[in-house]
Antibody, heavy 118, light 107 residues
């Protein structure tokens, strides 16, 4: 069974750093791209970027380039989304997900709520 | 960047109704188009891929059609569990991806 299990909710202050995780199982980790999607409170889905676990090369949406870092650890089949300096507008649910060869997301994590507040 | 315009932004319907949601892109998507359903507090669920292919396990009342820059999701006979928010997603310029703004389907 394919599973993407994300790390738990976080509460941070502006300026703090954060890394959230997405642990995958049930499939060949290096065979599918991993993507991250943001959903701000009451809003729609925003694509942030994706990474090819086979070569660890990320691609970012222009809207998120330079503000987040996407990475993987192939040894433990886990992907990460990282901020070096959080801002209040980063408050959102973040989903990790698997992209298949049809370029659609066929499996999603349960989401990680990140709250940034002073 | 590809711009996606999803319409309507919200729609009210009744059980048994037929509902159509449209996504228009700023360029030809070459059928690289998917549709998702999201219920409150849940992750989205893939319904349609490659514009018209039904994802495994999705009821046949859901269908996708279209070509070029315009695509449609149709629910042929609404069921109570279908009231949710629906999103289109394009990937013609993969690895870049764009979601539509969403359509809220209400009773």
């Amino acid at each position: 069974e394919v599973q993407l299990v994300q790390s738990g909710a976080e509460v941070k202050k502006p300026g703090e750093s954060l890394r959230i995780a997405c642990e995958t199982s049930g499939y060949s980790f290096i065979s599918y791209w991993i993507t991250w999607v943001r959903q701000m409170p009451g809003k729609g889905l925003e694509w942030m970027g994706r990474i090819d676990p086979s070569d660890s090369k990320p691609n970012y949406s222009p809207s998120f380039q330079g503000h987040v870092t996407i990475s993987v650890d192939k040894s433990i089949n886990t992907a990460y989304l990282q901020w070096s300096s959080l801002r209040a507008p980063d408050t959102a649910i973040y989903y990790c997900a698997r992209i298949n060869s049809y370029r659609v997301i066929d499996y999603w994590g349960q989401g990680t709520l990140v709250t940034v507040s002073s | 960047d590809i711009q996606m315009t999803q319409s309507p932004s919200s729609v009210s319907a009744s059980v048994g109704d037929r509902v159509t949601i449209t996504c228009r892109a700023s360029q030809d998507l070459n059928y690289w188009l998917g549709w998702y359903q999201q219920k409150p507090g849940k992750a989205p669920k893939l319904l349609i891929y490659a514009a018209s292919r039904l994802q495994s396990g999705v009821p046949s009342r859901f269908s996708g059609s279209g070509s070029g820059a315009e695509y449609t999701l149709t629910i042929s006979s609404l069921q109570p569990e279908d009231f949710a928010t629906y999103y289109c997603q394009e990937a013609n310029n993969f690895p870049l991806i764009t979601f539509g703004q969403g359509t809220r389907l209400e009773i």
